[in-house]
Every structure is written in C-alpha cells, then in structure tokens.
C-alpha cells in the first residue's frame, strides 16, 4: 500500500521527466573522453559524478546504469565512487575495423526521476600490428631487353594500425639491379613500385630472389617480409594494356552468389603467347576477397555474399599478364549498395513491473531503437496499440518513454499486454515487436458494497440460541486486503432496544445469530443496521438495514373470557320455556394471544345434560337452542364447551355453562337437586306446613326483593363499582387485540353481559334485574346496556 507521500513523490518524478526530456531534446552536448586501445581491464576512464556535477552517492541513489549498443559490455561503473572503469581491453580494431576515428558512444541513464546523458568514448591507436603481406613469395617475369628505369608493380602489406602506426615505406634487399619506390594512393595508403636500375642479363643470371621490407611508423616501427622471385625471360616488348584503368560498380548488397558484377578488358600488341593475356587478382587471395575473376574473359563474379553493414567499398586490383610475362593492371572500385535486410532492433533500459492506479502519466518503460541498414531503410517509427491508456513519448537519438495517457482503474482492468513496434521506412517495411506486461496496482478506492440494500429475516418464536437467521454479504472489487470484507452490528437508532442481546454477527462471513429465544407476543420485529468495512488504509465501508420477522408460533391455548370459570359462584343462564328453536340463550367469549391461523377459534359442544336441546354455532361460540322446550325438559342443564384454535398442533380450552329453564321471570327458582335432597331431609313435616311456609317466605321474598330491585337500580344508575361476591365482567377495558370486530371467536359489540348472582343469600335468592332492552328472557342475571360509553370500558369504537 503505498502512502500519500509516495504519491507526491511519483507526482513529482514525472513532472521532473517531462520537463528533463523537454530541455534535451532542446539540445545537449555529449561529453568526451579518450584513451588508447588495449588499456588493461579495470583502468579508469572518468569520474563521471564530478564531470555531470552530481552529488557523492546520487549515482547509486538514483540507480545510475550503462547503456550502450549491443549485448558486449564495455565499462563497470562504481556507483559509490563515480568512476567509469574499462570492463576488458578495448581492440581498436575490433570494434571500429579500419575507420580513422574509433569512438564509442554510450549513454547515462538515471532513475528515479529519469534523467540520461551522452557520452563517447574515442580509443587512439597503438602499434599493436605489423605489417604483413598476404602471400610469401611474389613472382615477376621480366624480359632482359627492358630498359633501365622501367616499373614493375609490387604487392603491398597490410597493417590494421592507422595513422603514422601504418605502413609508411618499403625497402628491398641489397641488389646491382633494382630499388624500391615508395608512392601514395589518394587514400593515404602505401604502395611499393620496383625500378630497374641495371638492364638484365639472362644468360648471365637468368633468377633473382630480393626479400621486400615494409615498415610502419611506430616506435619502435614493425615490419613485414615477402621474398620477391625476378625470372628473367626472353624479349616480349609489349605489356598487356586495361581499356579503362578504373572501373566502377554499384551492386546491392542481396545480390546473389555467381551474379556478374563486372567485366574487365585488356589487350596486348604481341603476337604468339605473348599477346595471350590472362587474368588475375593483383591484390590479396581469394579467402580474403568476396569475388572471382575468369582468367580468360575478365568477368568478375560473387563469391561470398556482400553485407552493407559491414563493409560498403572494395577496391580490387586486377592484373593482365601476357604469354611473355608482361602485366598491366587496373583498378576496379566496387560500392556495395544497401537493401532494407535488417529489421529494427529494441533495448529495454527500464521496465516497471507495476503501475498504481490512479496516477497520471506514470513512466512505465525506457528504451531504445536501432537499424543497422541507411537512409529509409535506417529511419523508424515506433508505435502501440490504439485502444490502450498508454503514449510513446519519443526523448533523443531514437529512445522513448512508455507513459501512461490517463489515471488507470484497477477494477476496470489489472492487466495490460502492451505490444511495442518499430518499422523501418525502407521497401519492403521491415518490423520488430516487444511485448510488455504492464500490471495495475490497487489502491484502495472502493468502499465495500452489500448484495442488497436492506435484508428481511423470518424467524419462528421459541427457536433455540445461537441460531443461525439469514446472512449479510458485501463485496469488494478492490484486491488484497483492500478487498478483505469485515462485517460488524452498528449501535441501534433506539437505545432501548437490546440489540447486543437479541443478535450477533460473524465478522469474516456475515452470518447472523439469534442470542436468546425470541416471543412474538412479545417482539414482533426489529431492525438494525450493519457494516462492511475493508481492510484498506484508510478502510471504506457501507451499510445495510436488517429486519427480523418474529413468526408466530402456536404456543397459546385459547383464553376464555365469559362466562367467567374458577369463580366461587358459577353464572347461570335463565332460559324460557317458551323460547323458539334458534334462541340465543348465550355466547362463549375467547381470545388467544396468537396471530394469524393460530389464532383462528372453533367451538364445540362436548357434553350436555340433554344432548339435542342445545347447540354451538362452530365460528362465533353463541349457544342456541336447537328444538321447542317441552314441560319434560329438566329445569336444570350443564353444557361442557370446547374452545380450540387453529394451530398445528391445535391447542383448547373448556368452558362450563350453566342453563336453568323458568317459566317468565315471575316463576319462583326451582332449587337444584342437592338442595331439596337436604330439604326433604331436614324438614318431614306434613305438607300443609310446608306449603304455608312456602308461601309466607314467598311473600316476604317478594317484598323483599322489590325493595332490593330498587336499590339496585339506584346504585347501578350512578354507575357504582361492582359489589362484593358479585359474578361479574371484570373491570376495565379489555385489550383492543383481543376484540374480533368478524365475531368468529370473541365478544361481539352487540352483547355486553353483567350477571349478577350472588353467592352468599342462599340457594333460593336471586336478584332480577330488569333489562334495558325489550328482550326480557336473556337471564335473571344479566344486563344489557346499548350504550356507547359502557361499549367502550370494553375497548370497542
């Protein structure tokens, strides 16, 4: 990861190229140095950091290095001290051939920013070589009739040296007969010519063997032998003579093998043998020469195939000689002329392994092109694809600079394969291609982002902790640990909620846990938040909305809220006998704490006193009668109802009703078996007392129970508080979840029941209240009241 003083540091390096590379291609000079050749390996050459005025040790700070043509290094550069050293002895010859000036150009380049300097190196000659000629023995055939003063041609030496170092004059040996000359070519070069200076005589010494000397200019001078072998023959008066004494050719360098190149031509005014003229090449043999001459008709034919780049000029003497042993020559100059056979070269200076995104142009390579051909086969172009954020930015003497064109995007693309090609001008067009590998560094610019912007997770209540609910997952398109994803709970919007106790997170996959088993009834939902954040500097994260469903589950039996049970005095329902079959005689009111299905109540008649008499409707738990009343019908009847919901499994509840059959609500209450079994035990008296006791209680309850009916009816219209001992509704409002508004299951609007029996005043006491409504025969112990503000102690609208 790379820090923001790293970036400005780059920001700065490449401002500092484009501006370095600006001022030289403005112009700059190389600097120069020079040495002899064959200087032992490891001798100093310069001091380059005090010579470009660099600081001690900015060499190896900026990674300095040695750039040159060729694979063949020359120099070792100590990046401490700034000393450029030979890496091996330098052959003048070897390396420049025999060109007059060796110089050796080698660049400078430094790093970090980019920086290159030019700089040549010129080797001066030594006397490292002797003169040496190519042939031992020469053989002249000079008739005894030439005269004194006459020039025969000899064979030079050659010597690699140049300057005063070369040959620079021929001597022969001690003789009465001949001296040597020595003349200059218009090259410079040296060529030995032999003078007669005594006439010959063959019967008096028909051979002669003189050794020839060439000496060079060294100090001390080197030199060379060749034996020179004089036949003299009989008089042949005149010499071979060449039409022209220079002959000048042009041939491409691809010309192929055998093909003519030139044809030469001499005669001779001697008739015989000694007007046949026959061919030869004067200078040098046929290894060290790439053509061939017919003896016979002059042409001169390719041998060897011919290389521009190596040597682009022959100049090939050629030699006439008759029958009689007289010669002429001439010259034939030959210029190798260049063809497009050589494809571009490339040097990869520098190569940057990765670039970071996000950076403008970054220098991503260095490097340098070459064509040993000329003219347009020598001159290049370089170019990349078209499609890529890359720029060749051409800097001096044919090197560029790769850069980047744009900031790059990692997520976009990581990878770019760079195909870098140079073609040459010539015809046919010539191409080399380097491919580069150029890969993008992330830098952490990409927040994490999650599948989705919120998640919904179901859970049934009463599930088990450590549950595993539902998973988060975010992504990262960053890479490495830019792209590590870490997933943590936020702190709730609301402080109440207890979110550390109800979930928990894995923080490397985003699982989610329930911590404790959870309660419909008493959570239904919550949300919350959670994070991604990813492990880049600085971390970039996002979040998502959780929310957890609690489901129901059915884990509450129905709860029955009238008639009351458990209660010390069980309510009991009045039931004329005059009521029609479909009389509503009461209905079963209950709840449960379940939702949905679960919640959904039936109701069924389990047990009764006189099966047939009564029914439950199944949805809305209202007990009817299901047949006329007849006088046969027992006054007393016990129902058993069963309350069950819908759940799986279905859970119930029983409720137990309690009918009493009366003839109007004038009709005395009949006492219920066990009273009149302990009546008829207690009191044996004869029934005409039991009759006048009867009626006396009668009346007395009567009056009695009128004064209790007013009282009543004055408390109840104040709106007293219910008495003690009273079987009532219990006070207050009932929970507006529990109200079914259908009338499948719970008390609907249009029954509200106050019962009223005491359980104190005996077995044959009862209170009647009178009903507000015209419907008298609901039960001696209820009430009906329509109006809206006692509706509403019952939590209806």
Known sequence: METAPSKTLQKRQVIFLAV???LWEAGSEAIRYSMPEETESGSFVANLSRDLGLRVGELAARGARIHYKGNKQLFQLDKTTGNLLLYEKLDREGLCGATDTCILHFQLLLENPVQFFQAELQLTDINDHSPEFLEREMLLKIPENVHRGTVFSLKTAQDFDIGSNTIQNYTISTNSHFHVVTHNRGDGRKY???????????????????TLTALDGGAPPRSGTTTVRIEVVDINDNAPEFLQSLYEVQIPENSPLHSLVVVVSARDLDAGT???VAYALFQGDE????FVIDKVTGEIRLKRALDFEVTRYYNVEIAATDGGGLSGKCTVAIEVMDVNDNAPELTMSTLTSST?????????????????????NGRMVCA???????????????????????????????????????????????????????????????????????????????NSPALHIGTVSATDTDAGANAQVTYSLLPPADPHVPLASLVSINADNGHLFALRSLDYEALRAFEFRVGAADRGSPPLSSQALVRVLVEDDNDNAPFVLYPLQNTSAPCTELLPRAAEPGYLVTKVVAVDGDA??????????????????????????EVRTARPLSERDAARHRLLVLVKDNGQPPLSASVTLHVLLVDGFSQPHLPPPEAEAEAAAAAPADALTVYLVVALASVSSLFLFSVLVFVA????????????????????????????????????????????????????????????????????CEEIEANATFRNSFGFN
Request: charged share 20%.
């Open 20 to 22: 370095l590379l600006l």
């Open 274 to 276: 000694n007007g046949n």
């Open 713 to 780: 009816v004055r408390l109840c219209g104040r709106g007293g508080a219910a008495r003690a001992g009273r079987c009532s509704v219990p006070e207050g409002p009932f929970p507006g979840h529990l109200v079914d508004v259908s009338g499948t299951g719970t008390l609907s609007h249009s029954y509200q029941y106050q019962v009223c029996l005491t359980g104190g005043s005996g077995l044959n006491e009862f209170k009647f209240l009178k009903p507000v409504l015209p419907n008298p025969t609901r039960g001696a």
């Open 356 to 376: 970071p995104e996000n950076f403008p142009e970054t220098v991503v390579a260095v490097f340098s092109v070459s064509d040993p051909d000329s003219g347009d």
């Open 384 to 462: 990349i694809q078209n499609d890529l954020p890359f720029l060749l930015k051409p800097t001096f003497k044919n090197f560029y600079t790769l850069v980047t064109e744009r900031p790059l995007d990692r997520e976009s693309k990581a990878e770019y394969n760079i195909t870098i090609t140079v073609t040459d001008m010539g015809t046919p067009r010539l191409k080399t291609q380097h491919s580069i590998t150029v890969l993008v560094s992330d830098v952490n610019d990409n927040a994490p982002a999650f599948t989705q912007a919120s998640y919904t997770l179901r859970v049934r209540e009463n």
């Open 596 to 621: 949905g299905q679960n919640a959904w109540l039936s109701y069924q008649l389990l047990k009764a006193t006189e099966p047939g008499l009564f029914g439950v409707w199944a949805h809305n738990g």
């Open 287 to 290: 290894v060290t020469q790439p």
């Open 192 to 210: 030995p010519e032999l003078v007669l200076e005594k006439a010959l005589d063959r019967e008096e010494q028909p051979e002669l063997r003189l």
